[in-house]
């Protein structure tokens, strides 16, 4: 984790990804990834052209939410279904708009944080939140490093239930730059015990492991009555 942070760090100004204290992550404004075929606007938005805040009184508008499912990871920018859409909706005769807040790794906590402080200012008419089912993993993560997601060294803000009430969670989200002191005890940091990917006692070497058959029903227990 350390070599992936240092690196980070070292090369944080080529970086298309970058730190967001209210998002955790997102698309470096008017930069370009995978080779020049992933085009991300003045906003952050992975679009070819930039949009103003409000639409014209004519055109039908709607903005996408999720993760590289709709940022459209791997595809060219006129490959993207959001801009599929876009064009066959105008070709049937509505004047449209479909602007993509997508961003990679996000999960339904991001996607809906990226409309609530940025997609809600663009009114859009239409909101499509886009869910797969990884994203429910996410929502229970705080640090991409122990997602096991390689090269990602940010942080994301998370729900959890206080009292019967969602509260917010590393919001502002913790920077690359205090990632390793965090690390360093993090049996003891405040965010630890929001983590699902990390409990202290897997890598710890407790006298039953000495037998494989405790081992194994050390590990079964766990995986039934998880603490």
């Given at each position: 984790m350390r070599a992936k942070v240092e690196k980070y760090l070292k090369n944080k100004d080529e970086a298309t990804i970058i730190p967001d204290p209210q998002l955790g992550w997102a698309y470096k404004p008017n930069s370009v990834?995978?080779?020049?075929?992933?085009?991300?606007?003045?906003?952050?938005m992975r679009a070819l052209r930039e949009f103003a805040l409000q639409p014209a009184s004519d055109t039908l508008r709607?903005?996408?939410?999720?993760?590289?499912f709709v940022a459209g990871a791997e595809v060219k920018d006129d490959e993207v279904w959001g801009y599929k859409l876009e064009n066959l909706l105008n070709r049937a005769g509505f004047?449209?708009?479909?602007?993509?807040?997508?961003?990679g790794g996000y999960g339904m906590v991001q996607?809906?944080?990226?409309?609530?402080?940025q997609g809600a200012d663009y009114s859009p008419d239409i909101v499509i939140f886009v869910f797969q089912g990884?994203?429910?993993?996410?929502n229970v993560n705080v640090f991409q490093l122990l997602y096991g997601q390689a090269g990602v060294v940010y942080s994301r803000p998370r729900f959890i239930l206080e009292d019967g009430q969602l509260a917010l969670v590393n919001s502002p989200a913790l920077p690359p730059e205090e990632l390793m002191d965090a690390?360093?005890?993090?049996?003891?940091?405040?965010?630890?015990?929001?983590?699902?990917y990390y409990r202290g006692?897997?890598?710890?070497?407790?006298?039953?492991?000495?037998?494989?058959?405790?081992?194994?029903?050390?590990?079964?227990?766990?995986q039934l009555f998880p603490s």
């Open positions: 990834r995978e080779d020049g075929g992933f085009t991300i606007n003045g906003a952050g709607i903005a996408l939410f999720g993760d590289s004047n449209t708009e479909v602007l993509n807040f997508g961003v996607a809906f944080l990226r409309w609530r402080h990884e994203n429910l993993d996410r690390f360093a005890a993090f049996d003891s940091h405040p965010l630890a015990e929001h983590e699902a006692r897997d890598f710890a070497s407790p006298l039953w492991d000495i037998s494989r058959l405790a081992g194994l029903m050390y590990a079964v227990r766990d």
